[in-house]
């Protein structure tokens, strides 16, 4: 049984960043996804086990960075820009078994067997 543990949420203003991070991950494939209040969970990023492939939703597209650090078995979300609208519930989840390569599959709940406990991110305007 894995325990994910995310860090690095907190409040912050309209266009600061933060970095969160998300552990431990080993050799999977990693996806972040995030959750509004009265908002379905909606899948932000992905990265592939060995960290070649990544994959944005369009509206973080440009503004986060997903990357993994394999010697400390985390991986990182950089949130540059943020935007009251990014205001969320922040959660990694691990692929144990794949690694998808197309974004239907990186984008699907269900591709994902092991969930943290979530890290919270409020951007003020």
């Known amino acids: 049984q894995v325990q994910l543990v995310e860090s690095g949420g907190g409040l912050v203003q309209d266009g600061d960043s933060l970095r969160l991070a998300c552990a431990p991950i080993?050799?999977?494939?990693t996806g972040w996804f995030r959750q509004a209040p009265g908002k379905e969970r909606e899948y932000v990023a992905y990265?592939?086990?060995?960290?070649?492939?990544?994959v944005y939703t369009d509206s973080v597209k440009g503004r986060f960075t997903i990357s993994r650090d394999s010697a400390k078995n985390t991986v990182y979300l950089q949130m540059n820009s943020l935007k009251p609208e990014d205001t969320a519930v922040y959660y990694c989840?691990?692929?144990?078994?794949?690694?998808?390569?197309?974004?239907?599959?990186?984008?699907?709940?269900?591709?994902?067997?092991?969930w943290g406990q979530g890290t919270q991110v409020t951007v003020s305007s």
């Open positions: 080993g050799m999977k494939a």
């Open positions: 989840a691990l692929d144990s078994l794949g690694d998808p390569t197309t974004h239907w599959a990186v984008s699907r709940l269900a591709q994902y067997d092991y």
């Open positions: 990265i592939s086990r060995t960290g070649d492939r990544t």
